[in-house]
């Protein structure tokens, strides 16, 4: 990634983060409808993979997958309408956060379904390669519960069998709701599953921008070739519960000594100091990246707020294809 790059990414990122932060707060206030699982703690992950899509790239998400759709690029005035249940929604106000679609910008869905992603890919890595004939890739994200999954096994399989252009990520935030990774995973690094289905795989920092960059160049150009998947496994941590009324998630279940370890490893920090030390930008310019960000954030809750409500004739828009 060059110089430029890097301040489009730190500003992807933070944009991510004061927008859902702003979600937070929306919901708890009784404004946001529906679910929220919040993505705070691993934007990098997401905001890498989109920086190195190309033009028809394609990519499934997840139930916590917010972040990944305010990081592909799509409208935030937009998503956060669709938050708010409102007719000028994403998804026309029917989905809320855990159904979110935009072809426009090659996301495939955000998904209700623990591992519902996965098949999904290999539907979309399929098309790529039997009908477009393009060297185009699918990034499927996941989390280490969904590793679990009877069909990403089978999905993984099935890429591999057929050289599918996919790479999964596996956003291993160390937690399925209460349960930790290491009561309900057989292996302590998920990717070494990948050994089973004769696909690269890889273990890599997901706070690290940098190491993110390296480990999808190599799995995409593996994709682009024509060799078929890969498996990342990304170590990262979600900050907050698993949804915003899990009040267990700070000095319960998980302590705050843990926590604030984790909170100090913060992957926005972490790539602004690196900007600061390189000279990318000086410090006012962060700063007047917040600030443009904050603004942002504020435009997309004021048109949500003033967007219609859908109406009744809508109902059964859009459920068939």
């Known amino acids: 990634m060059n110089p430029k790059e890097i301040l489009g990414l730190y500003e992807n990122m933070l944009l991510s983060r004061r927008f859902e932060q702003k979600a937070d707060e929306l919901y708890k206030e009784g404004l946001v409808t529906g679910s929220l699982h919040l993505y705070i703690g691993e934007e990098a992950i997401g905001a890498v993979a989109m920086l190195m899509r190309e033009e028809g790239d394609l990519f499934t998400s997840t139930h916590r997958g917010v972040g990944h759709t305010v990081l592909c690029g799509c409208d935030p005035n937009l998503i956060m309408a669709e938050l708010f249940g409102k007719a000028t929604g994403i998804s026309g106000g029917k989905g809320g956060s855990m159904h979110m679609f935009d072809q426009a910008h090659g996301l495939l869905g955000t998904n209700g379904i ?164 390189k000279g990318y930008a000086t410090g006012e310019e962060l700063d007047a990246i917040s600030r443009r960000v904050d603004r942002r954030v504020e435009e997309s809750v004021a048109f949500a707020m003033a967007s219609p409500d859908p109406d009744d004739g809508g109902l059964l828009q859009n459920l068939f294809a």
């Open 114 to 277: 623990v591992g519902g992603g996965t098949s999904l890919a290999c539907g979309a890595g399929i098309t790529l390669k039997l009908v477009n004939h393009t060297d185009r890739v699918v990034f499927c994200f996941l989390g280490e519960g969904a590793s679990n999954e009877g069909v990403t096994h089978e999905s993984m399989n099935l890429a591999a069998v057929w050289k599918l252009p996919v790479i999964f990520v596996v956003e291993n935030n160390g937690y399925e709701v209460f349960t930790t990774a290491q009561e309900s995973c057989s292996v302590e690094d998920i990717a070494v599953r990948a050994a089973g289905y004769g696909i690269p795989g890889a273990v890599v920092d997901g706070n690290d921008a940098l190491k993110l960059e390296k480990a999808y160049r190599k799995a995409i150009d593996h994709a682009r070739r024509g060799e078929g998947p890969s498996l990342i496994e990304a170590k990262t941590y979600r900050w907050s519960g698993h949804w915003p009324g899990d009040a267990y998630s700070y000095g319960g279940y998980r302590s705050k000594e843990e926590v604030d370890e984790w909170k100090a490893r913060c992957p926005i920090l972490r790539l602004g100091k690196l900007i600061l030390e």
